[in-house]
C-alpha cells in the first residue's frame, strides 16, 4: 500500500505565491518552453519575499493548472510539486499531516505517520528532493540534512 496517489483534484495548485521555483526548476521549465531562463521568469513568474513564484490565474491557481486536465507541465514540474505531500511540516508533525488528508484525497486515510514517513523518505531521496539551498528554494521542502523519527498518534 502506498500513502500517497496523486488525484490531480489540483487543491495543491491552489494559492497565490505557493510554487517556488528553486533555479533548476526554473532551468528545467525554460528548456520545456525554448525560452531563456530569463524570458520564462519575466513570462510566468514573480518575486515573493526574495524568491521567484509560479503566477496564479484569476482562479488563483497555478497557471499551468487546467481543470479537466491537470498539471500542465507535469513532466517537468517544479520540485516542490514533485515533492507534495512529503513536505517538512508533514515529514515530522503527524498533526500537519492529519490536516493534509483533510484536503488531499490523494493521501491514504489511514496511513499512519510512520509509513508516511518511511515512504516520504524513500521518495525523496530517490528523487534528489532535499533542500540545497534555502535561500531559493522552498521552505517546504525538507532540507538535506534534516534527521526525521515519526511522531506517535
Known sequence: MSVFDCKRCGQCCEGRGGIVL???????????????????????AEKR??????RA????RCVF????AGCTVHQDKPDVCRAWPFFHGNMVD????????????????????AEFVAEGKVYLQENGLAAHDPGSEAVALLPAETKIRATEE
Open 94 to 113: 503527524a498533526v500537519s499531516l492529519a490536516m493534509a488528508k483533510e484536503f488531499c484525497p490523494g493521501i491514504a486515510p489511514d496511513a499512519t505517520h
Open 49 to 54: 519575499n526574495g524568491k521567484f513564484v509560479i
Open 57 to 60: 490565474g484569476e482562479d488563483g
Open 22 to 44: 528553486g533555479p533548476r526548476d526554473q532551468a528545467r521549465l525554460a528548456a520545456r518552453f525554448g525560452q531563456s531562463v530569463e524570458d520564462w521568469l519575466a513570462r510566468y
Open 65 to 68: 493548472f487546467q481543470d479537466g
